[in-house]
């Protein structure tokens, strides 16, 4: 049972270059979440899905779209990044109202 | 609209020393409440959470939570502060039957030999 795992670890990107993030879970969770974390701000959440197929804006969505084409999996794109955009991503999963469970995190830089 | 204060960014104390990390909530209703842990380089880990019934929660590594309705608290206690507790702690409150959570700005607890 391997939880959430997100990969890549570590990344390092130019400006408008594009990536996706991915994040699996294997504990057949409804909800799932894409939140970033810098100094000072705790996470914001960029965007979550309550099902498959399905997903919304959170609190900071602006140069990201995700995708929850398998219950599963849930992937963060940044079709042109930007030197803000460098954080570190998590990704969580959970219950309706329960526990979220987190991956170990991306650290992504954009030079 | 929910929201939720961590009081002091930093927090240091000497090992054996009480541990109290402080969380306030702002919510309508008695929402769910959590306190995780995050050691560096890692994600965020599940400390304890108050749901219904019991106000004092126990949790991992002999941390405990009090949830106070009437002051809108839930603050973090360990009665003995440990080397390894020096960690970055959050916050977070949800409300039954929705998706959204809100962390606090977490608080970053050193201990000190």
């Known amino acids: 049972n391997a939880g959430v795992t997100q990969t890549p670890k570590f990344r390092v990107l130019k400006t408008g270059q594009s990536m996706t993030l991915l994040c699996a879970q294997d504990?057949?969770?409804?909800?799932m979440y894409w939140y970033r974390q810098d100094p000072g701000m705790g996470l914001r959440l960029i965007h979550y899905?309550?099902?498959?197929?399905?997903?919304a804006k959170g609190e900071v969505p602006d140069g990201y779209n995700v995708s929850r084409l398998k219950k599963q999996n849930f992937l963060l794109g940044l079709e042109s990044a930007a030197p803000s955009q460098t954080s570190v991503y998590f990704c969580a999963s959970s219950l309706r109202g329960g526990v979220q469970y987190f991956g170990a995190g991306t650290r992504l830089s954009v030079l | 609209a929910q929201s939720v204060t961590q009081l002091g960014s930093h927090v240091s104390v000497s090992e054996g020393a009480l541990v109290l990390l402080r969380c306030n909530y702002s919510s309508s209703v008695p929402p769910y409440l959590f306190w995780y842990v995050q050691y560096p380089n890692q994600g965020l880990h599940l400390l304890l959470k108050?749901?219904?019934?019991?106000?004092l929660v126990k949790g991992i590594n002999g941390f405990e939570a009090e949830f106070k309705k009437s002051e809108t608290s839930f603050h973090l206690t360990k009665p003995s502060a440990h080397m390894s507790d020096a960690a970055e702690y959050f916050c977070a409150v949800c409300h039954s039957g929705t998706y959204k959570y809100i962390f606090g700005t977490g608080t970053r607890l050193k201990v000190l030999a």
């Open positions: 108050y749901t219904t019934g019991a106000t």
């Open positions: 504990m057949n969770h409804e909800y």
């Open positions: 899905s309550v099902g498959e197929g399905t997903t």
